[in-house]
Each structure stands twice: as structure tokens, then as C-alpha cells.
């Protein structure tokens, strides 16, 4: 079982929408966790980092549900250049040194 | 300030070859982590370096090895390459304990034929 799984999609959803992606880690002592945004043939970019208690920037919104190693990510008002994949990162102990990657969840956001 | 900037973009190799890949880090950053990314997946972490010393390793075997610098730049080295190495290779900066500020490079595409 891979530490970090997501949903492949790819998600097809229209301007103007709400798509909401979710990733589940297998870790339970997994410390920091984090939504990167990955372009085609680019490298990720940090796009939020996720609290229990949730957080909010703009049009996304991330949430952590320790309890049941889940987290999620809300995109409203979704946006042509919100396309792009987006990658579930994880820090786990020992060492907390690597960022452990999903294997990335593709939104295309149509006209 | 200056990115994370890796050379070359783009690279074709023969199996059973030796390649090294570069990595200069982003001005103030002391630490570099290096990431294999394979087609449709997410990037793997290979190992991470830390005052010239490596002090992270994800699962790669030793044939995977590399080295940081006094000025913090990193160099990968894969030796007797296998078709399955290619990737986009990424090296990520960072300042040693800082977790949210990694910083990427547009990476490495290393094609094995």
C-alpha cells in the first residue's frame, strides 16, 4: 500500500465550479502535510499547507481529519488556470526530512 | 534572489552508462533533496544532503549516490543506468528545519535508451 494515495482523475469540471480532491495517508504519526501544484513537464509548487483546523486561501480551502488520515482540498470558483495536478505531500518521522508525494489528482477546468 | 536551477533540462543516456545531474540552491537555502519523478506519479524522494553530508535516503539502491558542495550547489550521480531511471529528476532547496519553504527546479528529464 502506498503511504500517500489519491484519486488519479482526471477531473473534468466546468468554469465556475466546485471540485474538491481528497488524499488519505497511511502514517498515523505523519506530522506536516501539504497541497502542491504541479503543471505539465513543471515542477511543484507549494500551493497550501493543511491544519486540523482548517485553512483557507481565496478559492481554496484545505482540511486535515487526523482521526481518520484524510485530507482534503476545496476549490470553488474553479478557474481555466486552476488546471494542472495536484499533488498530496505528507512529512513523516523518522527524521522528517522527506516530503512523501501522491501520486497526483489531474483537474482540467473547461470552458 | 535566485531560484533552484538544475543542468541540464534534457538528457538521453544509454543503459549501462554513468550520468551526473546538477543542482545549484536557491540563495540562503542549505540543504538540497533530490526526487525521481516517473511518468503519471508522484516524485520519490532519493535523498537529501545537509553541510556536505548526506543525511536522508529514500529507497533507491546504491548505485544512486551524490554530493553537496561548500556553496550548497548538489550533484546526482546514477551509475549503470537501467531504462527504468528515466525521469524527471527534481532537486529541492531548503533551509535546514524549514518544512515549508522548499523550493524546486524545473528539473532534469533523463531519457534511458
Known amino acids: 500500500r502506498k503511504e500517500v494515495e489519491q484519486d488519479p482523475g482526471p477531473f473534468n469540471v466546468p468554469e465556475g465550479a466546485t471540485v474538491a480532491f481528497n488524499c488519505t495517508y497511511s502514517n498515523s504519526a505523519s506530522q506536516s502535510f501539504f497541497w502542491y501544484r504541479q503543471d505539465c513537464r513543471k515542477e511543484p509548487k507549494l500551493l497550501m499547507s493543511v491544519y486540523s483546523s482548517g485553512n483557507e486561501d481565496g478559492r481554496f480551502t484545505a482540511q486535515l481529519n487526523r482521526a481518520s488520515q484524510y485530507i482534503s482540498l476545496l476549490i470553488r470558483d474553479s478557474k481555466l488556470s486552476d488546471s494542472a495536478t495536484y499533488l498530496c505531500?505528507?512529512?513523516?518521522?523518522?527524521?522528517?526530512?522527506?516530503?512523501?508525494f501522491g501520486s497526483g489528482t489531474r483537474l482540467q477546468v473547461q470552458p | 534572489e535566485t531560484g533552484v536551477t538544475q543542468s541540464p533540462t534534457h538528457l538521453i543516456k544509454t543503459r549501462g552508462q554513468q550520468v551526473t545531474l546538477r543542482c545549484s540552491s536557491q540563495s540562503g537555502h542549505n540543504t538540497v533533496s533530490w526526487y525521481q519523478q516517473a511518468l503519471g506519479q508522484g516524485p520519490q524522494f532519493i535523498f537529501q544532503?545537509?553541510?556536505?553530508?548526506?543525511?536522508g535516503r529514500g529507497n533507491f539502491p546504491p548505485r544512486f549516490s551524490g554530493l553537496q558542495f561548500p556553496n550548497y550547489s548538489s550533484e546526482l550521480n546514477v551509475n549503470a543506468l537501467e531504462l527504468d531511471d528515466s525521469a524527471l529528476y527534481l532537486c529541492a532547496s531548503s533551509l535546514a528545519g524549514d518544512l515549508y519553504g522548499y523550493t524546486f527546479g524545473s528539473g532534469t528529464r533523463l531519457t534511458v535508451v
Open positions: 505531500v505528507v512529512i513523516s518521522p523518522p527524521g522528517r526530512r522527506a516530503l512523501t
Open positions: 544532503y545537509y553541510r556536505e553530508e548526506e543525511n
